[in-house]
């Protein structure tokens, strides 16, 4: 089977980046934009395949979540189709020539190399940093954005799975993500985090169930990525704002990047919808990366032409 067929070990994936980089010189960049609590790097790659003056851009996270190992698989997917069918395939054409594309492929490094050392630790879900008063370890990563910060959906507590951490980007993966947004929010027009599983499509808000300002037009983008995905991949997606599909989570990075200013946020929840879970068999990667790559490039064409 092909690289991107399978899983990979964190290693794997830093030398991919590298190799990618590397191959790609006029193409993509790698930018350092922090490091894990663990030092290890948070690299992003810059997808920049035409010179026009007037670009936007996008940005896509994988693994926010440990054991969502489909995450990252997705990044490195989409990675390869851009380099791939630029020029080829019409739709990532023209996003690509209206958009760079920022991609961070493991925002929870330390938690994703966790879950590769040893069998037991295969459902690490947040990162691996110390406690103050506990001796548990770790913070949900996406309770620790600075959106309604640690309410309900959330907890204090640092031995429970959704630990918000001490304060809002309290830890450094959060931060630096946080940081480069923040310093880039005039360009990016689209935010896209990509998680597993359950098959849906969210948008803000996930801290309330109030309604964001654009709920219609996300709504009906989101209607229509998961059309397409149901016509081309017959999998069904659900889609809504995050609060009423799934449940009340505070701290999250699309909540966040929302209330930033970038008013196209969505969280992606991969396949399957719990028969492998979080184990999803890498036979299934070639269509659950398909069916993501066709919603993320309908957002991006529908961002494209509303902005
Ligand atoms: O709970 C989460 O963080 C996400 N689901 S997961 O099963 N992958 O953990 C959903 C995130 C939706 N967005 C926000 N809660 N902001
Ligand atoms: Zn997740």
């Keep these: 089977t092909n690289f991107y067929e399978r899983y990979h070990s964190l290693e794997d994936i830093y030398y991919w980046i590298n190799r990618t980089t ?165 360009t990016i027009q689209l935010y896209v985090s990509i998680h597993s599983y359950s098959q849906m499509l969210l948008f803000p808000y996930s801290y309330t169930v109030e309604e964001a300002e654009n709920h219609n037009e996300l709504l009906e983008i989101a209607k229509e990525a998961t059309e397409k995905i149901r016509r081309y991949y017959r999998s069904n997606y659900r889609y809504g704002s995050g609060a009423k599909t799934i449940y009340l989570a505070p701290g999250g990075s699309d909540d966040w990047a929302y209330n930033l200013g970038i008013k196209y946020s969505f969280t992606f929840e991969l396949q399957d919808r719990g028969h492998y879970g979080f184990l999803l068999p890498p036979s299934h990667i070639p269509k659950a990366c398909n069916e993501a790559l066709t919603g993320v490039k309908t957002i991006a064409l529908k961002v494209i032409e509303k902005t």
């Design 22 to 186: 590397q191959e790609n010189l006029a193409r993509v960049k790698t930018i350092l934009i922090g490091s894990s609590s663990e030092k290890r790097p948070l690299y992003v790659l810059k997808l920049s395949l035409n010179d026009r003056a007037d670009k936007k851009a996008m940005w896509i996270d994988c693994g926010i979540h440990a054991r969502e190992w489909i995450s990252p698989a997705f990044c490195l997917w989409f990675v390869q189709h851009s380099l791939a069918f630029y020029d080829v395939n019409q739709d990532i054409t023209d996003i690509l020539d209206n958009m760079d594309i920022y991609i961070l492929p493991v925002l929870n490094p330390d938690g994703y190399s966790y879950t590769w050392t040893h069998y037991t630790n295969r459902m690490w879900r947040k990162n691996r940093s110390a406690s103050m008063n506990s001796d548990c370890i770790g913070v949900d990563l996406n309770r620790n954005f600075d959106a309604n910060w640690c309410t309900e959906g959330s907890s204090p507590n640092p031995c429970t799975e959704i630990y918000c951490g001490a304060f809002p980007e309290s830890e450094p993966e959060t931060h630096a993500v946080a940081e480069f947004l923040r310093s880039h929010k005039d």
